[in-house]
């Protein structure tokens, strides 16, 4: 008899859930899955591709929405069929929250790519070009620039929107006590010195928060007293803060005060722009772009970090957690600028800590060029040029040339050869915003934003087409098994095969662990050298560090890849609280006016430089090496799937079509979902050193930042360099060695306890026909033969979208050459 499709109510759930045994997976098991997304919704998705893309598009889009509702009909099925009985078997309840967990699977992860530059480097104008939107986000001039971090996606929401994410109150408190200590003065100070101590940049921005939040005169008061004190403008009690509009123009207008950093003198003053110190992120959703596509985040991240500890560490978070970074630079700044070079260094690094995995960079306001300077000094053949657009054109393609061979050797020394990003042909973008909406000199296509916006779909097909492959792939896994419940011959003899299989997997976890201390024994002979490197090189680095006079007079120092000193306006003047205020945040100090400062990462930088090739060697996903972890867990997950198939094969099991295909593809669900815990922790791995470091030194900042008065900042050098010398005589570096290497021994144990719990359930849930429950299941065979159909036409969708584009390159190929000057 065919059971009726319908959920329980919560009065009938919660007199099943009662005799569930297992509560860590009770919770949900009768959860409703989300409801399926609009058609009419799901079509918007696809208005930022062109006509060959959205096809393709529509059919990974079909498959995925044919997928989830025969997983939810299966899910149905189940939930009636056991909706009666006093307990339910462990094996089903695996495999009800598994279908659960696919149902409600998101249908892609955004892909977040980072737009990594200074101040002025035409981060904003950028994403305004890419938007189609002129003058949506603030342009920085000169007094004006882009002050937290952006987010811009799209949606398919009807209006624009912005929500504006404030610092928690204790958030706030932990700032404000800290920026009332670094403007802390006592009566010992000599006027010269008072008066360098007042001019110091430090202390200039932490005057300029406090009058803006608390009215002017609040650098004089107390923490207690500003704790007391109201904020001039309104808070509120969400800590959000939602725009919204018909028209970009006017969300524009909204949300301008936010996330504008005004000049010091600015004479305006609003509502809004009062409580821009309490600003951490700002997220903004476009309304169905024709340009932009739903999963694509775009990041304006401020290339120096913050101050205040949260916003810092949301900078770091937000950069680990791009897969793509713009590393952006204007056309003056690129060639051997040290803002440039420092954005480039974090980048890099984000390669090896987080989940980025394509660096570029571009080159902006190429559209600026001096003709008559550029003739004179022109070194490229004997070509006469004759206009002011083609001069632009060939210097953009000597920059690219340039560029991109230096920062290929740059990856090259810090990232595996088999990396990625290395085997891209063209690394650089020169790229003109201003040009893009003008045109008076270069044509759209040349301005190179298109080509920017062809990089994002393509990015996003493709990870569309990995997601829909592996989630079809998955779902059929399921209805596999799920199907097989309803047979029970042979039962004794298939409880023996998986008997068999589970010794095998023993054998095999016990090889994994071994393969897995040979991989990462690779760090240790660098790490060991890194350490002594750095023992000897310390005292150098923490001086150059620290030095305030010449000999270098403004020129940095560098250590590896790392620039010690920082430029200021004013010489090395006034460098007094900019060293009380690193003392204050243990050894960091990050500004809107001055170079990122750590103390920390620059002392420890002779390990990275040993040890960075390796490491990125042992988290490659690429060539299979020695070293690699993941090629470890694929040739473990290869051995168990091959043992399914020869058990299958030897002993004929009855089912072993719908056995071993759901062992198989169940096992590569779990190993596939280790690759993202295992990218979770390399970060925590990779920053063991630096961590270790300033935990270690928190005693003397905190010791240094609590002098005062005269030769203030030569006594507070003073106690740094002998709180150093201290702890390196104490093992300093070797601790932090041990750290990483236990960080290490972490991450395997993590590794292997996850693959013997899942693996362990899956084989009960697939040994569990004897505990009489496949008698009681609804027959899903009707779901079963629609999932074989689905699954058997993943290579039929590949292959069209293989022949469209093909065919798209094709015609790109055969269409005329824009060529000439633009159209004016």
């Not at 490229?380 to 210097?395: C, F, H, K, T």
């Not at 660098?526 to 000999?551: F, K, M, W």
Request: aromatic share 6%; with cysteine.
């Amino acid at each position: 008899m065919r059971c009726f499709r319908f959920l329980p109510t919560r009065s009938e759930v919660t007199h099943l859930v009662k005799f569930c045994d297992s509560p860590s997976v009770d919770g949900d098991l009768f959860k409703e899955p989300m409801k399926k997304r609009r058609r009419s919704d799901r079509d918007q998705r696809f208005r930022a591709f062109r006509s060959v893309e959205q096809s393709a598009l529509k059919e990974y889009e079909k498959l995925e929405s044919r997928t989830r509702r025969v997983l939810s009909n299966t899910y149905q099925k189940l939930i009636q069929c056991v909706f009666l009985d006093d307990s339910i078997p462990n094996g089903l309840k695996y495999l009800i929250n598994r279908l659960l967990a696919l149902i409600e699977k998101p249908s892609l992860d955004p892909i977040y790519i980072g737009l990594f530059g200074s101040t002025g480097a035409g981060k904003s104008s950028l994403i305004n070009a890419i938007i189609q939107q002129a003058m949506f986000l603030p342009v920085s001039g000169e007094s004006i620039c882009t002050s937290c971090i952006v987010q811009v996606s799209s949606g398919c929401c009807e209006q624009y929107e912005a929500k504006i994410h404030l610092l928690s109150d204790q958030e706030w408190k932990e700032e404000l006590k800290n920026l009332t200590k670094l403007l802390h003065r006592t009566e010992e100070l000599g006027r010269e010195e008072a008066d360098v101590w007042d001019g110091d940049d430090a202390v200039e921005e932490a005057v300029w928060k406090l009058q803006m939040l608390y009215g002017n005169g609040a650098e004089r008061k107390t923490y207690e007293e500003l704790l007391r004190a109201k904020p001039k403008g309104k808070i509120p009690t969400s800590r959000i803060i939602t725009l919204k509009a018909e028209e970009a123009g006017e969300l524009s207008v909204k949300l301008d005060p936010y996330i504008r950093t005004k000049r010091r003198d600015w004479d305006g003053d609003s509502a809004e722009t009062q409580i821009w110190p309490l600003i951490k992120q700002v997220e903004v959703t476009l309304p169905k772009s024709e340009l932009i596509p739903e999963g694509v985040v775009l990041v304006d991240i401020p290339g120096t970090g913050d101050f205040n500890s949260k916003r810092d560490e949301m900078w770091k978070k937000t950069i680990d957690k791009c897969s793509v970074i713009w590393v952006i630079s204007d056309i003056e700044r690129v060639s051997g600028g040290r803002a440039h070079e420092d954005l480039l260094n974090e980048s890099i690094k984000a390669c090896q800590r987080g989940f980025c995995r394509d660096v570029a960079l571009v080159v902006t306001k190429t559209d600026r060029l001096h003709l008559p300077e550029y003739l004179r000094e022109r070194k490229v053949g004997n070509q006469a040029i004759q206009s002011q657009r083609e001069a632009i054109l060939e210097r953009n393609e000597m920059i690219k040339l340039q560029r991109n061979r230096i920062l290929k050797e740059k990856l090259k020394r810090k990232l595996p050869a088999d990396f990625k990003v290395l085997e891209a042909s063209n690394l650089v973008y020169t790229v003109s915003a201003q040009e893009y909406w003008w045109q008076a000199l270069l044509t759209e296509e040349e301005t190179e934003i298109p080509k920017l916006r062809e990089y994002i779909r393509r990015r996003l097909l493709e990870k569309k087409r990995r997601m829909v492959t592996k989630y079809v792939t998955e779902a059929f896994g399921l209805l596999l098994l799920t199907d097989s419940f309803n047979c029970t011959e042979n039962l004794p003899n298939e409880h023996l095969h998986l008997s068999g299989l589970r010794r095998f997997v023993e054998e095999k976890i016990q090889l994994l662990e071994k393969a897995i201390d040979q991989c990462f024994a690779h760090i240790a002979r660098p790490l060991q050298e890194g350490v002594r490197n750095a023992r000897t090189s310390y005292r150098r680095i923490l001086g150059a560090c620290l030095v305030v006079s010449d000999p270098f007079r403004g020129k940095p120092v560098v250590s590896g890849d790392v620039c010690l000193i920082p430029k200021r306006s004013r010489g090395n003047q006034g460098f007094h609280q900019t060293l009380k205020a690193v003392c204050l945040k243990n050894g960091i100090y990050a500004s809107r006016t001055l170079a990122r400062i750590d103390l920390n990462e620059a002392i420890t930088q002779p390990i990275y430089d040993q040890i960075d090739p390796v490491f990125g060697g042992i988290f490659r996903t690429g060539t299979p090496t020695g070293s690699a972890l993941m090629p470890h867990i694929d040739a473990f997950k290869h051995s168990l799937q091959e043992k399914m198939t020869e058990i299958g094969i030897r002993n004929g099991w009855k089912h072993d079509s719908y056995k071993r295909s759901f062992l198989i593809q169940e096992i590569s669900a779990i190993l596939g979902g280790l690759e993202g815990h295992i990218l979770r922790k390399k970060r925590r791995i990779y920053e063991s050193l630096t961590s270790s470091v300033q935990n270690d030194l928190k005693p003397c900042y905190e010791e240094a930042a609590q002098i005062t008065g005269k030769k203030a900042c030569e006594r507070m050098k003073d106690v740094i360099r002998r709180g150093v010398d201290r702890q390196v005589a104490e093992g300093m570096f070797e601790r932090a060695q041990e750290r990483m290497q236990h960080q290490f021994q972490q991450l395997k144990h993590g590794i292997t306890e996850k693959v013997k719990g899942s693996i362990a359930t899956m084989l009960t849930l697939a040994s569990s026909q004897g505990d009489g429950l496949y008698k009681e299941l609804a027959d899903v065979k009707s779901e079963y033969k629609e999932m074989e159909k689905l699954h058997r036409s993943l290579r039929e969708v590949a292959e069209n979208a293989v022949l469209r584009r093909g065919m798209q390159d094709f015609l790109l190929r055969m269409s005329p050459i824009k060529a000439g000057p633009p159209r004016t």
